[in-house]
């Protein structure tokens, strides 16, 4: 339809100083009236502090058929994680 | 239940040999409780399927706000008169999530709309009865509301990324609108003899309709298996229906309320209760547009969209012009 209001992304930073968290999807004819909708339908008990809005066809997602060049490269290197080295207990908390 | 009846194009589910090499590579990621996106392969059938039974349910929040919203005036407290209203104002909610999940399969929301208006997809059936007393509401919010959970915690787990998520912040408002409805209940139990008569009177109006929330029994439901195949259905409809009688009965029991069932009865056996069906020939009439409500209810939503265009457009406006007026600063 001609004058479909477009898409926003809407993102929600909760209480606790976390970040932004994307929470879903509404319409709306423009940023300001995208941040008045997304107050009532995604915060209306208290799930935020703070939002931010993006129109959706500006967003760049990475393709799914890319998914195992893009991450599979991660899983071999475990040496990246704390676990991977032994400490000796006698060296304390580290 | 809130998508009663949704057909999936197929009777029956084809076996793992008749599946394209595509196919039986989505059925093996569902299998394996892998979500899918709205990116990712699906089949026809299944993003069809699903934009049915994912607009259906939206649909069904949004014209499920009028039978409730004909009492916000006449709420007998300020306080029970700003609890209908964010109930009411929750459904609003649920819809939109439920359409954006929609929306991510390749139809728009305007789209969406005019199906409904044009009676194309339908509602759930239980929004087509009327709600004639302040009861009705403590009805509405324990036991219709009370029917949509029990179908909408599995579907937590649905196959589909979007739709999941949209549950789970659904089922999260959920239980404030049962208990709010069992709490009216609670207290017009408690008042005057009239008032008592007025909370039974709603049970029984209410009961019927309530149970054919869940669809066809299973063996009048052709699509399920697909539909379970897909995980886009997670029980059938006799296996929620139980639970809802198991659940609910004895919380009527508590009220002192009867059920309208004379041949409702504990089954030391099955560790069930044994129930009477719903009229199916009144369910395949609501659902064909001849329920005691169906022509308010589409006329209020059409009236609605209608005569909110104006509006929609001025915004519409107003906001191309200013983003012009901002490029040409
Ligand atoms: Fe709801
Ligand atoms: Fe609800």
């Not at chain 1, 993006?54 to 393709?63: D, L, V, W």
């Not at chain 2, 039974?53 to 300020?78: F, K």
């Not at chain 2, 069992?182 to 029984?204: F, H, R």
Request: proline share 5%; charged share 25%.
């Amino acid at each position: 339809m001609a004058n479909e209001w477009p898409l926003w992304e809407i993102f929600i930073r909760g209480q606790h100083g976390l970040n932004h968290r994307h929470v879903g999807s509404l319409h709306a004819p423009d940023a300001e009236m995208a941040i008045n909708n997304a107050r009532d339908v995604y915060t209306r008990r208290k799930e935020g502090v703070s939002i931010w809005v993006a129109r959706s066809t500006e967003i760049t997602a990475s393709t799914p058929s890319d998914k195992g060049p893009m991450f599979d490269p991660a899983e071999d290197k475990i040496y990246r994680h704390p676990t991977f080295y032994n400490i000796p207990d006698e060296v304390g908390n580290m | 239940m809130y998508a009663q009846n949704v057909d999936t194009g197929s009777k029956g589910v084809r076996g793992a040999d008749e599946l394209s090499p595509e196919e039986a590579a989505f059925q093996a990621r569902i299998d394996d409780n892998i979500k899918i996106e709205p990116k990712d392969w699906m089949p026809a059938a299944y993003r069809k399927t699903l934009i049915r039974q994912i607009g259906q349910h939206a649909h069904s929040e949004i014209v499920g706000q009028l039978p409730e919203g004909n009492w916000v005036t006449r709420a007998p407290t300020l306080e029970r008169k700003a609890i209908l209203l964010a109930k009411v104002q929750d459904e609003a909610g649920h819809g939109l999530y439920l359409y954006c999940a929609a929306e991510t399969l390749g139809i728009s929301r305007d789209e969406l709309m005019n199906k409904l208006h044009s009676g194309e997809m339908k509602y759930s059936s239980i929004f087509n009865y009327p709600t004639l007393t302040w009861a009705d509401m403590g009805a509405v919010g324990w036991l219709v509301d009370g029917a949509a959970i029990m179908n909408q915690v599995p579907l937590q787990r649905t196959s589909f990324g979007p739709y999941a998520r949209a549950m789970v912040r659904i089922c999260k408002e959920e239980s404030f609108h049962q208990r709010q409805g069992y709490s009216i209940m609670m207290s017009m139990v408690s008042g005057t003899p009239a008032q008592k008569e007025m909370a039974q009177d709603a049970l029984n109006r209410f009961w019927y309709p309530a149970l054919m929330m869940f669809g066809p029994s299973d063996k009048d439901s052709v699509h399920s298996d697909q539909s379970m195949a897909w995980k886009i259905k997670m029980n059938t409809n006799d296996e929620l229906r139980q639970r809802f009688v198991n659940e609910t009965v004895p919380q009527a029991h508590y009220l002192g309320l009867t059920i309208p069932d004379d041949d409702l009865v504990w089954n030391e056996e099955t560790g069930n209760y044994d129930f009477s069906q719903p009229d199916w020939d009144e369910f395949k009439a609501v659902l064909k547009g001849n329920g005691p409500c169906n022509r308010e209810r589409l006329g209020a939503r059409i009236k609605a969209w209608e005569g909110g265009e104006w509006f929609r457009d001025g915004l519409a406006a107003y906001a191309e012009k200013a983003a012009k007026r901002r490029a040409a600063a």
